[in-house]
Nanobody, 122 residues
Framework: QVQLRESGGGLVQAGESLRLSCVASGRTFSSYSLGWFRQAPGKERQFVASISRTGATWAYGDSVKGRFTITRDNAKNTVSLQMSSLKAEDTAVYYC???????????????WGQGTQVTVSS
């Protein structure tokens, strides 16, 4: 089992950058695929980015491609999301997810953090 805790959210202006981090408990961190989702008020939870166990493979949602970068550090049990050129529509609660059973995390993934709020003012 793994517990996830996100940090790094906050209020920024459009065009600025922000870095989210998610620290995981447990000694088998490297066996989990990891990713980020987000949920804006009144909207469904949306896939943002995922990264494979080794970090060699990653995927991004269409709305963040070219602006967001996901990385992981298995030695520090951390997955990060570097967000650049932020837009007002990026405003949401961002959730970290982990799954030991799949290559790419999905909405059905087993483990979730509590979320961190990102607000982008235009």
């Amino acid at each position: 089992q793994v517990q996830l805790r996100e940090s790094g959210g906050g209020l920024v202006q459009a065009g600025e950058s922000l870095r989210l981090s998610c620290v995981a408990s447990g000694r088998t961190f490297s066996s989990y695929s990891l990713g980020w989702f987000r949920q804006a008020p009144g909207k469904e939870r949306q896939f943002v980015a995922s990264i494979s166990r080794t970090g060699a493979t990653w995927a991004y949602g269409d709305s963040v491609k070219g602006r967001f970068t996901i990385t992981r550090d298995n030695a520090k049990n951390t997955v990060s999301l570097q967000m650049s050129s932020l837009k007002a529509e990026d405003t949401a609660v961002y959730y970290c997810a982990a799954d030991p059973h799949v290559l790419t995390v999905t909405l059905k993934s087993e483990y979730w953090g509590q979320g961190t709020q990102v607000t982008v003012s235009s």
